[in-house]
């Protein structure tokens, strides 16, 4: 079965820093969700990634899938306290409404 | 307007009792889900429910069953509760559309087995 691996597991930045998290499959992947949950709340969707070489961007927060379409990275620029929280990449398998996550990162950012 | 809404947010209970967790979404999607979401944070498809097909995780203990009464709910019943139920668990729907592929998801329901 395909899987996916987030890295890193934990990140703590200060406020201010760029991070990059990353998101690697084990096989080419359909589509490439990114979600932020924040503690004791649900999962916000923040960007979906299809085709390989894109990139989308909201606000400070950038995506990007390779060309392969087996590894993606979300990028955050000048990182603030709102940023906090955990942030978990999905897939769809073909035919399938299903997502599948990785096992997420949790990013803490120090004021 | 809250889009998806689980009840109970909160729910303890003893080993063996029978519970229920309910979900409600008012998007007016097709398709609804249940995940569970593991100390460790690591959250799990459970099921998906759409025009009444149901697709079970096969990892998924029999003990656990969801009720859908209509498109806008999708309910989850859980038997002879077990201490490692304790989880939180998120319901979610989507359009089933895959050019979106977008999951709207409940503040999760936390469920601790004493």
């Known amino acids: 079965s395909q899987e996916l691996e987030q890295s890193p597991q934990s990140l703590i930045v200060q406020e201010g820093k760029n991070l990059t998290i990353n998101c690697t499959s084990s096989?080419?992947?359909?589509?490439l969700y990114w979600y932020k949950q924040k503690y004791g709340e649900g999962l916000i969707f923040l960007m979906m990634?299809?085709?390989?070489?894109e990139e989308k961007s909201h606000e400070k927060i950038t995506a990007k899938l390779d060309e392969k379409k087996q590894q993606s990275s979300l990028h955050i620029t000048a990182s603030q306290p709102s940023h906090a929280g955990i942030y978990l990449c999905?897939?769809?398998?073909?035919?399938?409404?299903?997502?599948?996550f990785g096992k997420g990162t949790k990013l803490s950012v120090i004021p | 307007d809250t889009a998806v809404s689980q009840t109970p947010k909160y729910l303890v209970t003893q080993m063996g009792n029978d519970k229920s967790i309910k979900c409600e979404q008012n998007?007016?999607?097709?398709?609804m889900y249940w995940y569970k979401q593991d100390s460790k944070k690591f959250l799990k498809i459970m099921f998906s429910y759409n025009n009444k097909e149901l697709i079970i995780n096969e990892t998924v203990p029999n003990r656990f069953s969801p009720k859908s009464p209509d498109k806008a709910h999708l309910n989850l019943h859980i038997n002879s509760l077990e201490l490692g139920d304790s989880a939180v668990y998120f319901c979610a729907s989507s359009l089933g559309d895959r050019d979106t592929g977008e999951l709207f998801f409940g503040e999760g329901s936390r469920l601790t087995v004493l």
């Open positions: 096989k080419t992947l359909y589509g």
């Open positions: 990634l299809q085709k390989g070489g």
């Open positions: 999905g897939y769809s398998g073909a035919g399938s409404y299903q997502l599948t």
């Open positions: 998007l007016g999607h097709d398709t």
